[in-house]
């Protein structure tokens, strides 16, 4: 079996994180749930995922400011973020390079590429 796309999701509802892990995993993908953004700082560090995935709001900073944390540090500058609310700025917005069976609504949701939802 092929080694699984890691995909740390920044998240501080344990319940999104599990169902994301469980859609994601059909496709290969290992999905490593946090739901701090401190704590995903160093998580990414260690893992070194191929995308982060992060919510807005989190409990002890915020997902923007995780965000430009990655962006500013030389070792995870080069990894692939999305943040996927419509609040998100336009240059995080849902993006699905990494994750071609799925697409992007009008509502900046993420929807496998057979959906129906607009």
Known sequence: MAER???????????MIDLVGVILSR???EIV??????????????????LVLL?????DMGGWEVY??????LTM????SSSLPRAAPPSTRCSV???PKYRCTSSNHLVPTNSGTM
């Open 77 to 80: 500058r080069d990894i692939r």
């Open 97 to 99: 390079s990494m994750l």
């Open 55 to 59: 919510d807005l709001m989190l409990p």
């Open 33 to 50: 749930g946090v739901r701090e953004g401190q704590k995903a700082l160093e998580t990414i560090r260690q893992v070194k995922p191929a």
């Open 5 to 15: 796309t890691k995909i740390v999701y920044i998240e501080d509802d344990q319940d």
């Open 68 to 73: 430009q944390a990655i962006k500013q540090e």
């Open 27 to 29: 496709d290969n993908f």
